[in-house]
């Protein structure tokens, strides 16, 4: 088993690196503090006699050899980007357990058939730079090199600009293009493992996704001399189009969500009818059909809206990621490896996006959650308990070295 | 009557000052581009032989002797500073229509019994510094002047400071503390008059209005990890404050009126379910009963909201006055001075507060409103032609007439 302690030693020492008043930590992908953290992790990595190398779009690889060395190497690995105000432990435990596996396969002198990878995707949280997941993004091909060094940050800084600065415009093939499987470990990011007391959740899959950007249009108008008749209130048309989403997800029970998260109303003035609404849509479901059938019925919805309102009603789709479904092979490791050691476990569909979910179009992947207090993430109050910590890395090891041999 | 052309230029002059790219006006309150207009309207003033005076808080008086010229004055006037990105129109038409008033009196050699006072109240629109009619709130003891001195902007700077570097903290003994009367010109800065044909609204009162702040908490989450089940999503309640506000406003008709202009969600991240919903609340009513009745209404909805919802709602009022009902003899005065000179007309209750609402409690007030297109105003596009501009002062010229006497 692994080294709990050291484990959660190294993560409370990363996260010194763009720590925040509020306990959290504040590391965006490829800054000057991106750069410390993965300076500290190459060091900690090389300490470990791993070679460290990184592609094109600055994912560092950091390689353990294995007894048949030419074969495709098993991957284990996370991100170490966090948001603005993130936590200590989004990406960052699944990459420190990663290297925390390794440490311990070298002070117990086990040599793995094949090699061993940890890897840290670059830009995972998509906050300086947009889309999230960006290293993955690029490796299986969802997203060129260059349309992902063309991407600008608020400042105009690209993305390729950013990464040279740092340092870290690395060499494709220097590193894996082919994995034998991958596996990653990840704070569960949401309340279910905490509510039904599980200390591993086994990842099977994850929620294919649909985003769409809405605005609606009316007129803004003075709020004391327009009188209820006269008005086209934006605002009136955004709600209906809230519980619309709502309602939909309800009617898609248990694995469909929908959310409106981001919402901006102008003029935003106090005595001013609201006279634009701009506002985000985010349908999740673990099944494409029903995935389908939550957005034609929004779709219906919009128009019904625009219809009886007279608001002008626009929407476009800006992200569509199909359902995941997990390697068997892989999510079987997994879960002997929590059965083997006795950690209460259940099968779970990732809500969130993750490196591993682009990861497994081109490779045989799974993921192993561990709880976060009451579902926080991305935030600096998240938290993950030692304990569990331990388990996530504890059945990492064991599912690794299944799927790598001995 | 008045000179159209001529109080149209000066309109357009005075709109020089602030010019925006967009066709409006930024002539914040005490600003250097607010002395520059007052600057302008104190030469206008001189060249027509009135005395120009300022109180403590800048209020601007420009006085026309009359046959007694120990009376207490007719009051004609308004305020010339401007939105951020407002209009040519807002407060500058009935500040310059009593200036052309003033000068059509003086080129036909008429000499009224009473004298006559151009006012420009200082800050109407409460932008750079809150409150709005802050001039007219300390004229009439609504706002202490070592409160609205003390106000500050976004940089600091108090009222105080910015009204001393402008140079217009005057003496209150200078100005007249009784008005005899008070009219106002203005646009309707709503669609009533132009939705109706009419060219003169006769102002016979505003409505009362009380504002809240309020707020809703849940608890933000990652929008594809949490289910449904598990969410305190604070927009879902916000979205039912929406609809009770409208819903009340709905049942108080036609009087009535409830607005949500201000909406800001938090995060507001695209995929995460918002923590929380700050939003303001407007409700307006002709009636104090009724407006009261209203204000109940929507207090039993917040408590219905959060009971059936389980987020919390806190609220609290941050404007509150009574309806207010203009003086018959000021309101016959408009109203007569609109029929005699065959403009069509009709009695209009202000759904805007005004330094007149303020100055109704002190003195005999009315107003006169005039059409804007589309009702569209505190807008760059706010717009009155130039034959309903003469109009309303040519009723605003019959009016002072009658209660100043001839
Ligand atoms: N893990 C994570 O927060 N991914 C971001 C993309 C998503 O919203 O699922
Ligand atoms: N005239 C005007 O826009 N006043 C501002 C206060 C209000 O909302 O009525």
Redesign the pocket.
């Given at each position: 088993t692994v080294d709990g302690d050291r484990l959660w030693r190294r993560l409370m020492a990363l996260a010194e690196i763009g720590a925040t008043p509020k306990g959290g930590c504040d590391r965006q992908a490829l800054t000057e503090l991106d750069r410390q953290g993965r300076e500290l992790l190459t060091r900690w990595c090389e300490a470990q006699g791993l070679s460290v190398r990184f592609d094109a779009i600055g994912n560092l690889f950091a390689r353990r050899t294995g007894a048949d060395d030419s074969a495709d190497p098993i991957v284990i690995g996370s991100h170490i980007d966090t948001q603005p105000t993130g936590g200590k432990f989004?990406g960052c435990f699944g990459t420190l357990a990663a290297l925390e596996v390794i440490q311990t396969l070298n002070d117990s002198n086990i040599r793995t058939a094949r090699p061993l990878e940890l890897v840290a995707w670059t830009n995972?949280?998509?906050c300086r730079f947009s889309p999230?997941?960006m290293g993955s993004g690029v490796f299986t091909g969802k997203l060129t090199l260059a349309d992902a060094h063309s991407r600008t940050d608020t400042k105009g800084v690209t993305a390729g600009e950013a990464l040279e600065a740092i340092g870290y415009v690395g060499v494709d093939a220097d590193c894996p293009r082919r994995f034998a499987g991958y596996l990653e470990a990840?704070i569960e990011?949401g309340p279910i493992l905490e509510d039904e007391g599980k200390t591993i959740g086994v990842v099977t899959g994850a929620l294919g996704?649909k985003w769409f950007d809405v605005t609606v249009t009316g007129m803004a108008a003075h709020s004391g001399s327009t009188p209820m008749h006269l008005r086209h209130n934006a605002l009136l048309g955004a709600t209906r189009i809230v519980e619309t989403v709502e309602c939909i997800a309800q009617a898609h029970q248990p694995d469909g969500r929908g959310t409106v998260g981001a919402f901006q109303v102008s003029p935003n003035s106090r005595n001013v009818i609201p006279g634009e609404v701009s506002l985000s849509v985010?349908f999740r479901h673990s099944e494409g059909r029903e995935l389908a059938a939550m957005v034609a019925a929004f779709e219906r919805g919009l128009e019904a809206i625009a219809a009886e309102s007279g608001l002008e009603i626009g929407s476009r789709i800006t992200a569509d990621y199909p359902p995941q479904h997990f390697d068997t092979t892989c999510i079987d490791a997994v879960r002997r490896g929590a059965t083997a050691q006795g950690y209460s476990h259940r099968d779970i569909v990732s809500?969130?996006?993750?490196d591993a979910v682009f990861v497994s179009d081109v490779a045989p992947a799974a993921m192993i959650f561990i709880p976060c207090e009451k579902g926080i993430?991305?935030n600096e109050a998240e938290y993950a308990t030692p304990e569990d910590v331990s388990a996530g890395a504890n059945v990492l090891l064991r599912a690794a070295l299944e799927l790598a041999g001995v």
């Open positions: 989004d995972e949280e998509g999230c997941m990840h990011q996704l985010d809500g969130a996006g993750h993430s991305h």
